[in-house]
């Protein structure tokens, strides 16, 4: 890398963002944590803010923010709308590029782009209104000319303690399924494919989509 990239991750201290963190640290890069408490990430720059009380000047000067952030609970699960649109103002109609942390319910299982991922029979009931609140974030944020956005939806069993291996198949709207008809990456993986991602800026204003290696 010919200089040092600044990127901050917005809730660093959740499982995901703790690893974007320490793979873009790896990967040289300049990274700041964004966090609500005491920063547990393995970053030495730290915001310590709350998503909703962010300003543009906090986020001035970042080449790249990833947004890391979750929710969960029912009264929270519109969030994941309110938090990417303060992003979204946060950074518009600047350089600085938005990676969000997606979901894989959104993600299309027919070439027609009609059925999603979510709409299945076998898809659990228990995670439909997470993928559904989720899919309506990304329905907004692909309304955002004025942002350079990218959208990563893991694969839809994502693995939070699943190993490492580095390597990952690259997709866009559609599920994509490895040479072994699996849908399958750990957290590890897509931290390592956000990070090549924010490096390297190949796909703004685009929804893409990972799976680990058969």
Not at 22 to 47: L, P, Q, Y
Not at 69 to 91: D, I, K, R, Y
Not at 142 to 150: A, G, M, S
Not at 180 to 194: L, R
Request: aromatic share 6%; proline share 3%.
């Amino acid at each position: 890398m010919e200089k040092s990239m600044k990127i901050a991750v917005i809730c660093a201290n959740g499982k995901e963002g703790k690893l974007i963190v320490k793979e873009a640290i790896a990967r040289g890069a300049d990274v700041t944590a964004v966090v609500r408490g005491e920063n547990h990430s393995e970053a030495t720059k730290v915001i310590k803010k709350n998503l909703f009380d962010l300003t543009e000047a906090d986020l001035e000067g970042f080449d790249a923010v990833v947004d890391a952030f979750g929710a969960w609970t029912p009264e929270t699960l519109p969030q994941h709308s309110t938090s990417l649109e303060h992003l979204c103002n946060l950074v518009s109609s600047k350089k600085t590029r938005l990676l969000v942390v997606g979901g894989a319910g959104s993600l299309y299982v027919n070439p027609e782009h009609t059925k999603q991922l979510m709409d299945r029979a076998d898809f659990p009931e228990i995670f439909k209104p997470l993928a559904s609140s989720m899919g309506k974030a990304l329905d907004e944020l692909r309304t955002r000319t004025d942002v350079n956005w990218t959208y990563i939806s893991p694969a839809g069993d994502f693995q939070a303690d699943g190993a490492k291996t580095g390597k990952y198949l690259l997709g866009g709207e559609e599920l994509l399924l490895n040479s072994k008809e699996e849908s399958i990456i750990s957290y590890s993986d897509y931290a390592v494919a956000m990070v090549e991602e924010a490096l390297n800026g190949n796909h703004i204003q685009q929804r893409i989509s990972v799976v680990a290696e058969g």
